[in-house]
Nanobody, 128 residues
Framework: QVRVRESGGGLVQAGGSMRLSCVATELTFDGYSMGWFRQAPGKEREGISYISYDGDSTYYKDSVKGRFTTSRDNAKNTVYLQMNDLKPEDTGIYYC?????????????????????WGQGTQVTVYS
């Protein structure tokens, strides 16, 4: 059974930075692209960033482009989401996900259905 676990959420002032980490186990980690989703209060969950299985390709939603960076360390089964210049609208629960199909990267075409494995989520709260 694939296990996914996020860490690193918390409270941060607007303009600050935060890094989320995600460890996925019980899989061949370097064979799967990964995703970060976010659910803001009262809103639907949305995909904000994806990274290819080899780390060579990334996608960012326009609302986070230039402020967030996704990276991965395949030797540690870990993916990171570095968040800079945080805004109150970045508040939400952040989920790490593992893609279904090995050795492919669908870039902006991913949907939630492409990610069968999810972490429990970590809360990020940005205050002004």
């Amino acid at each position: 059974q694939v296990r996914v676990r996020e860490s690193g959420g918390g409270l941060v002032q607007a303009g600050g930075s935060m890094r989320l980490s995600c460890v996925a186990t019980e899989l061949t980690f370097d064979g799967y692209s990964m995703g970060w989703f976010r659910q803001a209060p009262g809103k639907e969950r949305e995909g904000i960033s994806y990274i290819s299985y080899d780390g060579d390709s990334t996608y960012y939603k326009d609302s986070v482009k230039g402020r967030f960076t996704t990276s991965r360390d395949n030797a540690k089964n870990t993916v990171y989401l570095q968040m800079n210049d945080l805004k109150p609208e970045d508040t939400g629960i952040y989920y790490c996900t593992v893609s279904r199909d090995p050795r492919v990267f669908w870039d902006a075409d991913y949907t939630e259905a492409d990610f069968p494995y999810w972490g429990q989520g970590t809360q990020v709260t940005v205050y002004s």
